[in-house]
């Protein structure tokens, strides 16, 4: 375990490294492609803002107005049937559009119920295996110019139920 700790320690510097000398092997210019490399990034930064600007405004403006309380206890009916708590849904629907403003709302139910409660329990699983779709979606399809997503919508709001869902059983499997 020392030796994996000691390891962390010098990843990033031997990945730099071994990109320079990499580099410096191929007699490329490291300077100028690093230059275009950030412009190239920036570029897709400025791209993207408007997206991020919103889908945070939007998550903002739910939040604040309460309508995430009121939607889980709307959807609870369903999930009670599922032993999902309902404080557990309004993080399930923020983190499919922003990780940040769901950590938020898990700060509240771990000072709530604290971070052992079954719902503390649940809710830390779900963030661990759900995926921030929209934000994901809008960020990479955005990106490389992607029109047609197909079945990456469908895909993913399935696993994140299915990551949900297995929040649960671990949980119940965990406190038994």
Same mark, same amino acid.
């Given at each position: 375990?020392?030796? =994996?700790?000691?390891?962390?320690?010098?990843? $990033?510097?031997?990945?730099?490294?071994?990109? #320079?000398?990499?580099? /410096? *092997? /191929?007699?490329?210019?490291?300077?100028?492609?690093?230059? %275009?490399?950030?412009?190239?990034?920036?570029?897709? #930064?400025?791209?993207? /803002?408007?997206? *991020?600007? &919103?889908?945070?405004?939007?998550?903002? !403006? *739910?939040?604040? +107005? &309460?309508? =995430?309380?009121? =939607?889980?206890?709307?959807?609870? @009916? @369903? %999930?009670?049937?599922?032993?999902?708590?309902?404080? !557990?849904?309004?993080?399930?629907? @923020?983190?499919?559009? +922003?990780?940040?403003?769901?950590?938020?709302?898990?700060?509240?139910?771990?000072?709530?119920?604290?971070?052992?409660?079954?719902?503390?329990?649940?809710?830390?699983?779900?963030? +661990?295996?759900?995926?921030?779709?929209?934000?994901?979606?809008?960020?990479?399809? $955005?990106?490389?110019? !992607?029109?047609?997503?197909?079945? %990456?919508?469908?895909?993913?709001?399935?696993?994140?139920? @299915?990551?949900?869902?297995?929040? #649960? !059983?671990? %949980?119940?499997?965990?406190?038994?």
């Amino acid at each position: 375990m020392k030796f =994996l700790i000691f390891l962390s320690d010098f990843i $990033m510097p031997l990945m730099i490294f071994y990109i #320079v000398a990499y580099g /410096m *092997l /191929m007699k490329r210019p490291i300077y100028d492609d690093f230059i %275009t490399g950030a412009k190239d990034g920036l570029k897709t #930064v400025v791209g993207i /803002m408007p997206t *991020l600007i &919103g889908l945070m405004t939007a998550v903002g !403006v *739910l939040r604040a +107005s &309460g309508f =995430l309380d009121f =939607l889980g206890q709307a959807v609870s @009916v @369903v %999930t009670d049937r599922l032993c999902i708590p309902a404080p !557990v849904m309004p993080v399930f629907i @923020v983190k499919m559009f +922003s990780s940040s403003a769901a950590t938020g709302l898990v700060l509240d139910i771990f000072k709530e119920y604290g971070t052992d409660s079954p719902i503390g329990l649940i809710t830390s699983i779900m963030m +661990s295996c759900t995926e921030t779709i929209f934000y994901t979606m809008s960020v990479y399809f $955005m990106a490389a110019k !992607v029109k047609k997503t197909r079945y %990456t919508l469908a895909g993913a709001m399935l696993t994140t139920v @299915v990551g949900l869902l297995v929040s #649960v !059983v671990l %949980t119940a499997w965990m406190l038994n």
